[in-house]
Nanobody, 124 residues
Framework: EVQLVESGGGLVQAGGSLRLSCAAS????????IGWFRQAPGKEREGVSC????????NYADYVKGRFSMSSDNAKRTVYLQMNKVKPEDTAVYYC?????????????????WGLGTQVTVSS
């Protein structure tokens, strides 16, 4: 059974840092691609970053590029999202998602499995 469990969310001041974790089970990182998404109140879910299992390439949305960094620890079966220089507009529930495909995209519809999310609140 595929499971994704996010953690690490919380309250942080603008300009600060936070690291989110996504613990994965039930699938191989070699064949599955993973993405981070977020959803703010009243807004649609949007892509943050994603990693393709084909080549390990990581892509970032323009609004987090240069501030967020996605990485993975295959031995721990965990994917991370390091969030630096956070802004109030980064406030959202953050989700990780997985799909059995070698290519990752920023399209939420591409992914088949989702975690329950972790809340990130950035105060100004």
């Amino acid at each position: 059974e595929v499971q994704l469990v996010e953690s690490g969310g919380g309250l942080v001041q603008a300009g600060g840092s936070l690291r989110l974790s996504c613990a994965a089970s039930g699938f191989s990182f070699d064949e599955w691609s993973i993405g981070w998404f977020r959803q703010a109140p009243g807004k649609e879910r949007e892509g943050v970053s994603c990693v393709s299992s084909a080549d390990g390439a990581v892509n970032y949305a323009d609004y987090v590029k240069g501030r967020f960094s996605m990485s993975s620890d295959n031995a721990k079966r965990t994917v991370y999202l390091q969030m630096n220089k956070v802004k109030p507009e980064d406030t959202a529930v953050y989700y990780c998602a997985a799909v059995r495909a070698t290519l990752a995209t920023m399209d939420a519809a591409w992914y088949d499995y989702w975690g329950l999310g972790t809340q990130v609140t950035v105060s100004s």
